[in-house]
């Protein structure tokens, strides 16, 4: 675990380090993702990619092996448009 001490600007924007963002690997204007984690009083922050793969990630142990929730949901859409 790496630590540096950081500071709110006058407007309270967190200055992210340029080493922290080079590790990361965000880029300038890109979008970032906070989580609030009020009982530990602790900010995370990910890159919008690293929110992404975890989202899948997560929805991967819910969907086994082989399924596609992609053909699923197209085979779904395509029953109630025959049912209309």
Known sequence: ???EKTKL???GR???P???RK???MKKEEFIVMELDP???ELHVF??????RRAQES?????PEGVSLVDELIAERRAEAARE
Do not use: G, K
Not at 47 to 52: D, L
Not at 59 to 63: E, S
């Open 1 to 3: 675990m790496e630590y």
């Open 47 to 52: 890159t919008m990619r690293e929110s992404i």
């Open 59 to 63: 929805v991967r142990t819910y969907v």
């Open 14 to 16: 967190l200055l992210i």
């Open 39 to 41: 009982d530990q009083r």
């Open 23 to 25: 590790a990361l690997e």
């Open 9 to 11: 600007d006058d407007a």
């Open 18 to 20: 340029a080493r922290f």
